[in-house]
């Protein structure tokens, strides 16, 4: 069965840490670009980082730029988001995505959300 299984999620004070981690399995893992995404109630899901493989430059949203880290280890079949300085504004559902074009279609796939929250 394809799976991404999220964790480390939890709640901090602002200022503070978490290391979200997201292991893939039933898919070629090291063909697939990533992301993190997280969403708050009633607003549309963000965008936070995206990576395509270890030979590109993370994409990170402005509001995390400097604060966040995204990384990957194919060996291990995981994904990363090293998440610093925590805000407030940074509470949400966190989720990884994997996600890979070919000629045949685009396969998409998601972990189940872990929830961040920040307090101030």
């Known amino acids: 069965d394809v799976q991404l299984q999220a964790s480390g999620g939890g709640s901090v004070q602002a200022g503070g840490s978490l290391r979200l981690s997201c292991v893939a399995s039933?898919?070629?893992?090291?063909?697939?670009?990533i992301a993190w995404f997280r969403q708050t109630p009633g607003k549309e899901r963000e965008g936070v980082s995206c990576?395509?493989?270890?030979?590109?430059?993370?994409y990170y949203a402005d509001s995390v730029k400097g604060r966040f880290t995204s990384s990957r280890d194919n060996a291990k079949r995981t994904m990363y988001l090293q998440m610093n300085n925590l805000k407030p504004e940074d509470t949400a559902v966190y989720y990884c995505?994997?996600?890979?074009?070919?000629?045949?279609?685009?396969?998409?796939?998601w972990g189940q959300g872990t929830q961040v929250t920040v307090s101030s």
């Open positions: 990576f395509s493989d270890g030979n590109a430059l993370p």
């Open positions: 039933g898919f070629s893992f090291d063909d697939y670009a």
């Open positions: 995505n994997a996600v890979r074009a070919t000629t045949s279609g685009e396969y998409d796939y």
